[in-house]
């Protein structure tokens, strides 16, 4: 199924766009940092930010990048 064809599985709110803070990359939406929240605001007692959403996400990629890159033999 293309991308524009689905539905968010979480709900998103009318004023999602001004939860990405500023300086935020491109690559990183609304429904991102909202989904971010959401699966992971179970295991906080503090109520999570944008803020702290976007560094766990660009954590995560950076994690991912380096298990995924071979270093030469």
Not at 29 to 53: F, G, H, R, S
Not at 56 to 68: C, D, E, Q
Request: hydrophobic share 35%; aromatic share 6%.
């Amino acid at each position: 199924m293309s991308r524009s064809n689905r539905q968010p599985d979480c709900p998103i709110r009318e004023d999602a766009k001004s939860i990405v803070p500023a300086g935020t990359p491109d690559w990183i939406t609304a429904e991102l940092v909202e989904k971010t929240i959401q699966v992971w605001q179970p295991y906080y007692q503090a109520t999570l930010t944008p803020e702290e959403a976007v560094t766990m996400i660009l954590t995560a990629g950076r994690l991912f990048g380096a298990l995924s890159s071979r270093t030469p033999p």
